[in-house]
């Protein structure tokens, strides 16, 4: 079985694409997605993202993780299929798509994509960090030095020690000034840091918001892969209008055959 792929990027944060308007992926087969997702024997990547028809939407995008289980949004994920399906010509400038948490709006521009994520309402404050569901869980926390903060080390313990086996994304922050924050992020799923997380960065920027650590309703979000920037409306404790934008690029395409590799 050859399998045509295309890979993607946005701040870092890297995914395999594959174009399964047809269905002739094997869905079901875990060990395959962890395998394509693999760096040393496969093609390396975050994850794995599938588009497909959709009746009521432009297409539809399936996210699965790197360990190869589907998951939960992925804001990065969302912005490189939107840059997918405009390489594909199945869209334009504009776009409404289905994923698992409902129907997203985004425009692209160049290589910039502005991706409308789901409202937030239930926020969870606590003494020292933030607990927030953009698509996906959130853990946000306040450090000092980031830069040498062990974020593998202390993210693992809190995504199984604090919130078990369903686990949950680990997002440990540094002010820079109002507006600006230096985020790093643990994925589960990857089960390590990724140079960016799209509704990490999202999660953050509301729990800023929410905290009074931010003032504005655009902020900036820095990571090891790049600069994001989340705009949002807030009425009464809603966030609404929600939006996630950054560069989303084409690295390369290619094909493997799988069976040769002995992963179906």
């Known amino acids: 079985m050859h399998l045509s792929f295309y890979k993607y990027q946005g701040t870092g944060n890297d995914f395999v694409m594959i174009d399964n308007r047809q ?32 009746t009521d939407t432009d297409f539809k995008m399936v996210y699965y993780n790197a360990d190869g289980n589907e998951s ?51 926020i969870e404050v606590f003494d020292n960090y933030v607990y927030l569901d953009t698509g996906s869980p959130h853990h946000v926390q306040e450090i000092t030095d980031i830069d040498n903060f062990d974020v593998k080390k202390n993210g693992e313990k809190l995504r199984y020690g604090k919130y078990g086996k369903a686990g949950s994304n680990i997002n440990f922050i540094s002010r820079v000034k109002d507006n600006l924050f230096k ?44 600069t994001l920037s989340v705009s949002f409306e807030e009425k009464a404790g809603k966030y609404a209008k929600v939006f996630l934008e950054g560069p989303a690029m084409q690295v390369f395409r290619g094909e493997i055959d799988v069976l040769k590799k002995n992963i179906l």
């Open 183 to 226: 985020v790093r992020t643990y994925e589960r799923g990857v089960e390590d840091e990724t140079l960016s997380c799209g509704t990490g960065v999202t999660a953050v920027a509301i729990a800023m918001h929410r905290t009074g650590r931010a003032s504005g309703n655009l902020i900036s979000l820095d990571t090891p892969g790049g």
């Open 72 to 122: 939960t949004m992925c804001g990065n994920g969302g912005r490189c299929i939107v840059a997918f399906a405009c390489f594909l010509g199945i869209i334009k400038e504009n776009t409404r798509f289905l994923a698992i948490d409902g129907v997203h709006h985004a425009t692209i521009n160049g290589d910039k994509v502005r991706l409308q994520m789901t409202d937030v309402d239930q």
């Open 23 to 54: 269905q002739k992926f094997p869905k079901n087969n875990t060990k395959l997605v962890a395998r394509l997702c693999d760096r040393k024997f496969g093609i390396g990547a975050d994850g794995m993202i599938l588009l497909e028809n959709d």
